[in-house]
């Protein structure tokens, strides 16, 4: 299956926290950026074709991949002069650069690459800066099975933040953690039939527009998940997954246990 990766906005909170002007999914974790741990996630399980819609900082990710050291993850031996790879990540990959405007939004970068699905029955979508372990074969498996015009993975809310319970009379009832409330949100990870360019506009929104309209037609599921998923909006939340990953503690590495 082709995996579209929206990869063209600005990132406003992460690069105003001092990260410069590198676009979010070129900020790095350990030695390679975002949008690579990304893909190696669906290139795991098999999903080596991938369509990026560039936009802001477009020139940056086209660079990261035609200058591509494969020595940066890969172990190596050095004979002579010549370098011998003891392992590769890319080489089988499929990639399209398709720019899709500086100031579009989601679903106008999906409608922009439209013609480079065609023939796809199913295919993968992603914010291109969230990370996880999720199972993705069951959740194209279930997917699959139901005939649904698309899926999202549904994540609790993340933060530290709690809820609390106010009486009519002012008193406080109870206080919840607010990943333990029954409450989910979108987690970035999509699978969607060809069903979804009916409804989205021009200028439309993925999820606000696309996905909406699926679920008023009881065509939108959802795959909740509990497991490991981080999101990287802020430079903070970024620098603590890099520090995870020195420290070894990866789990969405799913290809380093295989």
């Known amino acids: 299956m082709k995996v579209v990766l929206f990869c063209g906005g600005y990132g406003t909170r992460m690069r105003t926290a001092g990260s410069g002007d590198v ?44 200058r591509y050291e494969e020595t940066a993850s890969n172990d190596f031996v050095l004979r002579r002069g010549d370098v011998e790879l003891l392992g590769n990540d890319i080489s089988d990959w499929t990639i399209s650069f398709i720019h899709t405007g500086i100031e579009s939004s989601i679903g106008e970068r ?9 023939g796809e029955e199913m295919f993968l979508a992603n914010y291109a800066d969230v ?17 649904a015009g698309g899926t999202l993975m549904a994540v609790p809310p993340p933060g530290t933040f709690h809820c609390v319970e106010v009486g009519e009379n002012g008193m406080v009832g109870q206080i919840t953690a607010v990943t333990e409330m029954p409450l989910w949100v979108n987690g970035g990870y999509f699978v969607l039939r060809q069903e979804i360019f009916d409804h989205i506009p021009e ?20 795959y909740p998940y509990r497991g490991y998923w981080r999101p990287t909006d802020t430079v903070n939340q970024r620098m603590e997954l890099d520090r995870a990953y020195i420290r070894g503690e990866r789990p969405w590495a799913l290809w380093e246990r295989a």
């Open 203 to 222: 200028n439309g929104d993925l999820l606000v527009d696309g996905c909406k309209e699926l679920a008023k037609r009881g065509r939108l599921m959802a």
């Open 23 to 66: 676009p979010k999914p070129m900020q790095l974790v350990g030695p390679r950026p975002l949008i690579w741990h990304v893909m190696r996630y669906y290139a795991h399980f098999g999903h080596k074709e991938f369509v990026l819609c560039l936009g802001y900082g477009a020139e940056q990710i086209k660079n990261f991949f035609l």
């Open 110 to 118: 999906l409608r922009r690459v439209r013609e480079h699905l065609e």
């Open 131 to 147: 990370l996880t372990d999720a199972p993705l074969p069951e959740i194209i498996g279930r997917f699959a099975a139901s005939g």
